[in-house]
């Protein structure tokens, strides 16, 4: 896999430890959207393989790959990283209004009243609250305030988003960056 393709893949899930003599194995979701985890999805795989799922029971966290049937089989796949690509994840995944996917977010500029206070480094999630880790503006760092604050992105913080131009407007921005 080249690098360039590898930056576009998102870690979806982690495949765990096998259950059972039948290859069935635990399953840790770790996205927003369990609903893209179906039978006879495939998925890339941190071995440079691709896998498609059967026997997806995500109530009990369990999951079989499809043509792995013995525990031998099915041991090969512990600790395995399940990748999806972006264009996968918009086709498969639904938002409603007003949520973004955190890949969009990233390298957003933070703008608070005009001015800008520095780049969406990446989204984190902090108990339930996400929050927008952002690089702040040499400018501002060079005037004494920190290198990176983070921002809660929920009202009354965010303020609007502009995915298409890269920009989302906040208020109280610079008041967390100067208690930074």
């Not at 079989?64 to 086709?91: V, Y």
């Not at 938002?95 to 001015?115: A, M, R, S, T, V």
């Not at 009202?155 to 109280?172: A, H, L, M, Q, Y």
């Amino acid at each position: 896999m080249s690098k360039q393709f590898k930056e576009q893949l998102l870690h979806i899930a982690t495949i765990g430890k096998t259950v059972g003599i039948h290859g069935d194995m635990k399953f840790h979701v770790k996205c927003d959207f369990p609903e893209q985890f179906v039978d006879g999805t495939s998925f890339f795989t941190n071995l440079k393989k691709e896998i498609t799922l059967s026997n997806v029971n995500l109530d009990r966290g369990i999951i079989k790959i499809a043509g792995f049937n013995t525990i031998e089989d099915a041991k090969k796949f512990t600790n395995a990283k399940l990748f999806t690509t972006r264009e996968e994840t918009r086709k498969n995944c639904h938002l409603e209004d007003g949520e973004y996917f955190w890949f969009d977010l990233d390298d957003c500029e933070i703008y608070e009243d005009g001015k800008l206070l520095g780049v969406v480094n990446e989204v984190e999630r902090i108990a339930i609250t996400n929050y927008l880790n952002v690089i702040t503006d040499e400018k501002l760092v060079e005037s004494g305030s920190a290198k990176m604050f983070l921002i809660p992105f929920q009202e009354p913080f965010r303020v609007s988003v502009d995915i298409d131009k890269k920009i989302i407007t906040v208020s109280g921005g610079m008041d967390i960056l100067e208690a930074s």
